[in-house]
Nanobody
Framework: QVQLVESGGDLVQPGGSLRLSCASN????????MGWWRQAPGKEREGVAC????????YFLDSVKGRFTVSRDKAKNAVYLQMNSLTAEDTAVYYC???????????????WGQGTQVTVSS
């Protein structure tokens, strides 16, 4: 059973940066694709990014390309979402997700963290 715990959400000014962390309390994350989803108030969840299990390929939502990056630390069994040049449109609850492959469909992911709030506001 994979249990995911996110951290790092905060209030940040437009143009600022934030790094979200996701750690597993259970199984090793090495076998899994790791992704980030978000849900803004009144909107559906949307996939933000996903790195495949080998770390060879990372997929990004068009609106975050060039601003967000994903990295893994195998020694810490953790995944990170670095977010730069943040705008108000990035305000949302961010979820760490994992499964055997990346997908743009939320239903495909068996494992979700509890979410961490990111608010971009001046």
């Amino acid at each position: 059973q994979v249990q995911l715990v996110e951290s790092g959400g905060d209030l940040v000014q437009p143009g600022g940066s934030l790094r979200l962390s996701c750690a597993s309390n259970g199984a090793s994350l090495d076998l899994y694709a790791m992704g980030w989803w978000r849900q803004a108030p009144g909107k559906e969840r949307e996939g933000v990014a996903c790195m495949n299990n080998r770390g060879e390929t990372t997929y990004f939502l068009d609106s975050v390309k060039g601003r967000f990056t994903v990295s893994r630390d195998k020694a810490k069994n953790a995944v990170y979402l670095q977010m730069n040049s943040l705008t108000a449109e990035d305000t949302a609850v961010y979820y760490c997700v994992s499964d055997f492959s990346c997908s743009w469909y939320a239903i495909e992911y068996d494992f979700w963290g509890q979410g961490t709030q990111v608010t971009v506001s001046s």
